[in-house]
């Protein structure tokens, strides 16, 4: 098992040049607004309230950095998740949305402390054209030690036939509902788990 040692908020950036200098490996949220990205960082992180998440699409609107201490046979593990804001957020203007557009690719493409890039999608969407782009050009620009993956959000919101092919496909799924899914289906250890292998293939932590 890994316990979650400890999480903390580190700060909000707007952009690129005002992140916080490079440290320990970092793990970025993606996907549409209003995903769950937010509410992954809690779960996750087993906290209630460390990162703001709203019903109201558009509510991450900054960069923001949570440093955690994850521990495993003995071992130590120091990350940092990174909550960006959604993209396809219809309610912005163009002009905003294209800055904060660019500022987000600016993000991902020279924030090399970046490790793995987590790609959330709804469970009830999973086929939409937004993530489709996004994955491609995740794939098309991510570096030999970064690394991609796709988790499925809102578990509760589908069926348990729908959980039940997701889970033949070896697809991960999260829920804040942790009781959908049978008992030997540990959806936040599973995840950690993941996490973890992932940023340790291509990271000596
Ligand atoms: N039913 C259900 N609702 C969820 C789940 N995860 C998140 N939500 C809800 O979905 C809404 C959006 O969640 P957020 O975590 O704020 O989403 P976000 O991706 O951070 O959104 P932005 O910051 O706007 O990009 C909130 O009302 C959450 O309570 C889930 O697993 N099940
Ligand atoms: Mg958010």
Known sequence: MIEVKKSCFITSAKDLSSCPSIGVTEIALLGRSNVGKSTFINLILNHS??????????KTQLINFFETIWHKE???????FVDLPGFGYAKVSKTLKEE????????????TSIKLFIHLIDSRHQNLDIDKKVFEILQANCRADQDILKIYTKCDKI????RGLLEQKKALMLSVDDKIFKKNYNAKERIRQMILNRVLGNDNL
Not at 49 to 58: C, H, Q, V
Not at 159 to 162: G, L, V
């Open 49 to 58: 309230k460390l990162a703001k998440s709203s019903s109201t699409p558009g």
């Open 74 to 80: 003995g071992q130590n593990f120091n990350l940092c």
């Open 100 to 111: 904060w557009e660019a500022n987000l690719w600016d993000f991902l493409q020279f924030r």
């Open 159 to 162: 069926t348990s036939n729908q």
